[in-house]
């Protein structure tokens, strides 16, 4: 395992950090919590999904007859947007405010759950109006602005299903994404605020539709949050506030199966291609409500809990738009970046607000690390009690930095292990119960069953690293991949039979926590997101300029990992293009117009041939040593060792920018 030697550093780690009595006191998740979901899981997955509201009760926990599709609560019926706002309303808590928005230029507005409710009703009825149907896809490509959670909150009220682009994906993204799950309706908005700017977001839409593309999309309908020119389609292209206005303000919520598809959400794979990953309702909200309540200590009555993901990725979909409002939590959305006006904009706004759950990714807490306790400081940020990390692992040092500075050295941090496809945390602390360990994400949750295999299939003990598995069905599991039921069985249940493979490496300490080392195949994760070397390879190689090129996740102090790229260049063409081209400027800026700018590539390094075994396959592991700047691993199985000689002294040579 690739991973094997970091842990070892890592193993030294000693630190315990008990609960504090008082937490204890008060705590949510109670020990017993352990015990009921060993004594009898599937009656305790039941006890979480009764505290929703059913239209009609289920009376089937888990059908698990047609293994690796599993249905949950299967013969029993709900509305999530009825669970998120509605119930909420009917127990007298209209008036609690469900979100506090900041936007980057310091405008604010405070709504309420009534309004909320109010603003999704409205919004279902334009979809109706719009002629969205149960199960039709609606692409949603919006900034971090209210507006996308009252769409998500819409679609998924008519039982249609959504699918989030981030904002910072590409047209050609878009287009993909938009034509996989053939959305009738894309919603979005002019542009928003980032770093200081308004940017566009229309345009991107328009050039992904454009060419007759996406036939499949009938409508757009735009919010208009800054404001600037657009250019408008008539007969295609809606105004959001205008349509909201004239839409009536009734909406009953009716009960759709617990099986029915809420979400699809694009995910990085081993392949060129995104899978979408398919979410369904009772489960996902069953498993997302119990864990926002219970990881994070959530009182809704007093807490202001604030999740900085985007609803971009699954931590905006899970801890933003449907466990917190299911649990009838006030939150926090912030549209900006964090160094907008300055790095102190973060703790302003936990200050303003009194946030008191943070719930965060370890780059930004690395971020901040890296310039200084002094900026926090000169904040007042003894509201937080809980932190919350998630997307990648968090160093120890990062960890102490995190409850010393951000938790006034007191605040339980719960390190959350999960994914796109688990829907819902996984693996995580409970912060009343469980002593800390920094840097370990410790045990499975109650309910969750996790194991560590070796490449055989053989359980291994504590202190070896190996393969993470999850041995039984959960409920907020993925049901499949969107249109591709094949690769679902393959990518996921066919390594070890009858046991979900993650994909990352993991390995158990001498205490029984559980430690996550990483992924174990070609997918990088830069900044808490998943990114796939054949895709940013393929991206590269429809440039012109470029023959062949290889991928590698190299190790990054603050982004965990960053994309390296190894290109070999077509001289033709580089000759055709004039010896002044910037040739990694170009490269750089093709990754982000095809993909994305989350994309580019940190370097670009151009090498005259690529390591690769005699079936031709790229020793991607060789390149990675390379681009850390380790020694060069075992290279007997190359077809030419020369090849690496000539890399690496091609490095010592210089990376470029
Ligand atoms: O490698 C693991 C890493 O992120 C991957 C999942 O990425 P994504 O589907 O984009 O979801 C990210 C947010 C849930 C995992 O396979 N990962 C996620 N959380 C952690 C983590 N690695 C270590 N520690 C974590 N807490």
């Known amino acids: 395992m690739s991973a094997d030697h970091e ?13 504090e009595a008082e937490f204890v006191a008060q705590a949510i998740a109670k020990p017993e919590l352990y015990e009921q979901a060993k004594a009898d899981r599937l009656g305790f997955w039941a006890e979480q999904a009764k505290k929703l509201h059913w239209h009609k009760p289920f009376t089937q926990v888990l059908d698990w007859s047609n293994a690796p599709f599993a249905k949950w609560f299967h013969d029993g019926e709900l509305n999530i947007s009825y669970n998120c706002l509605d119930r909420h309303v009917l127990a007298g808590n209209g008036d609690r405010v469900a979100i506090h928005f900041e936007g980057e230029p310091g405008d604010s507005r405070a709504i309420t759950y009534a309004e909320l409710t109010d603003q999704v009703k409205r919004a279902a ?4 109006d ?7 896809r609606v692409a949603i490509y919006m900034p971090m602005i209210p507006e996308a959670v009252v769409a998500m909150q819409a679609v998924a009220r008519i039982g249609a299903v959504h699918s989030v682009v981030f904002g910072g994906f590409s047209a050609d993204s878009l287009t993909t994404r938009i034509d996989d799950a053939q959305a009738k309706l894309v919603i979005t908005t002019d542009g928003g605020y980032r770093k200081g700017r308004a940017l566009a977001l229309k345009p991107a839409v328009d050039e992904a539709l454009s060419g007759g593309k996406c036939p499949s999309v009938q409508n757009v309908l735009v919010y208009r949050r800054t404001n600037q020119d657009v250019n408008w389609v008539e007969g295609r292209d809606l105004d959001w506030t205008e349509a909201l206005a004239a839409a009536s303000p009734e909406h009953e919520a009716k009960g759709f199966n617990a099986e029915h598809p809420l979400f699809i959400l694009y995910t990085s794979g081993t392949t060129g291609k995104p899978k979408g990953i398919l979410h369904t309702t009772g489960g996902y909200l069953t498993q997302t409500t119990y864990t926002h309540k219970n990881v994070f200590d959530l009182h809704p009555e007093k807490d202001v809990y604030w999740c900085t993901a985007d609803v971009g990725w699954i931590t905006g979909h899970s801890y933003v738009v449907y466990g917190p409002l299911s649990n009838g939590a006030t939150q926090v959305i912030y549209e900006g970046t964090p160094e907008t006006p300055d790095w102190g904009r973060w703790w302003s706004i936990v200050e303003k607000y009194k946030v008191s759950i943070l719930y965060t990714a370890p780059t930004a807490i690395r971020s901040f690390m890296k310039l200084g306790s002094s900026i926090p400081k000169q904040h007042d940020l003894s509201s937080i009690r809980v932190l919350g990390s998630v997307g990648e692992p968090i160093n120890p040092e990062a960890w102490m930095w995190y409850r010393d500075v951000i938790g006034s050295g007191k605040a339980p941090i719960v390190d959350t292990w999960w994914q796109t496809e688990t829907g819902a945390i996984m693996i995580s602390p409970l912060p009343g119960i469980t002593t800390l360990k920094p840097g370990s994400a410790q045990h499975a949750l109650p309910g969750i069953e996790i194991k560590i295999l070796d490449e055989a299939g053989t359980e291994l003990g504590l202190e070896h690293a190996g393969l993470l598995v999850i041995t039984e069905p959960w409920p907020s599991m993925l049901r499949g991949i969107w249109g591709d039921p094949d690769r679902y069985k393959e990518t996921y249940w066919s390594r070890f039979e009858g046991k979900y493979f993650a994909g990352d490496g993991a390995k158990f300490d001498e205490e029984g926590n559980i430690w996550l080392l990483g ?12 990114l796939s070397t054949a895709e940013i390879e393929s991206a590269l190689v429809s440039h012109p300029f470029v023959a062949e090129a290889a991928v590698v996740g190299a190790k990054d102090e603050t982004t965990g990992q960053a994309v390296v790229a190894f290109v070999i260049l077509r001289q033709s063409q580089l000759e055709a293009a004039g010896s002044d081209a910037d040739v990694s400027k170009i490269l750089r800026d093709h990754v982000a117009k095809e993909i994305g700018p989350i994309a580019k590539p940190r370097q670009i390094m151009v090498v005259a041939e690529l390591p690769k075994t005699r079936s031709g396959k790229i020793m991607r592991r060789l390149l990675r040593d390379v ?6 691993g075992d290279v007997t199985t190359l077809t030419d060792t020369s090849v690496m000689d000539i890399i690496s002294g091609k490095i010592a040579g210089g990376a470029n920018d």
Do not use: C, K, W, Y
């Open 519 to 530: 992924r174990v195949d070609d997918v990088m994760n830069v900044s808490g997101h998943r």
């Open 125 to 128: 009825n334009v979809l109706l």
């Open 130 to 136: 719009l002629g969205v149907r149960e199960g039709d």
């Open 7 to 19: 842990i070892e550093n890592l193993l030294q780690e000693t630190r315990h950090f008990a609960p």
């Open 627 to 632: 681009a850390e700047d380790r020694p060069i």
